[in-house]
């Protein structure tokens, strides 16, 4: 089919346009700074998957682009990477402990089985250190608290943060099937968590290709529209 095309295109043109077009972005992990598109390409589409299902039953895309890919983190200064999925924005209902769902069959790759949550102490050095603009991908981690990533047969990885809890069954190694409960929702690793618990609670999920996610450095419309095509199931 048409996206799985676009996929090995895209994949084997390692990520370079093929088309000549030159996109200037700077990656996140410890700039913060916003990725800077001097030109879309307009010659081919971007690149694209497919196959997912959400992984929250019965949720969908929120609405607000804040919540979606590519939207500013001023808190840690730094890009939103994935999807946020909040009761307040959601066409389903979501909580504390609801069900995380593997979005596609795959190899657990990460599983945070070991993990302590944020404290006073420990957020507080977090914090110096974005104020000191020393954003490692360690401390962006940490803000992603606890963690399922799941790889899967098309090369794309996909992350689930913020977790509250991990299925028994969920390891490093284990195999999961789509669909399948892998975590619970929780709100770990937000400052809140230690300042104002309860008010964070969501899930953070995440496509990830190659070495970014998907739609880095593109606009909020496309950003959208690629994620869309990825809850579309392949045929
Ligand atoms: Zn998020």
Redesign the pocket.
Known sequence: MIVGAIVTAAFGSNASSPAGVVIDWVPNGGTGATPAVTQLPTTSPPMAVSGFVFPIEGGCLPEDDS?MPGALREYRNGT?E???VYDSDNCEFVGLETEVLAAKSGTVVRADWIYEDLTEVSLAELEEFVQQGAITPDVEDAFRGRQVWVEHADGTVTRY??LAGIVEAVDVGSTVSQGEAIAFVGESGTPESVNDPGTQV?L?FEIRIGDDYLGAGLDAETVRSLYEAAFVADQ
């Open positions: 919540l939103h994935g999807v946020d943060a913020h969501h953070h």
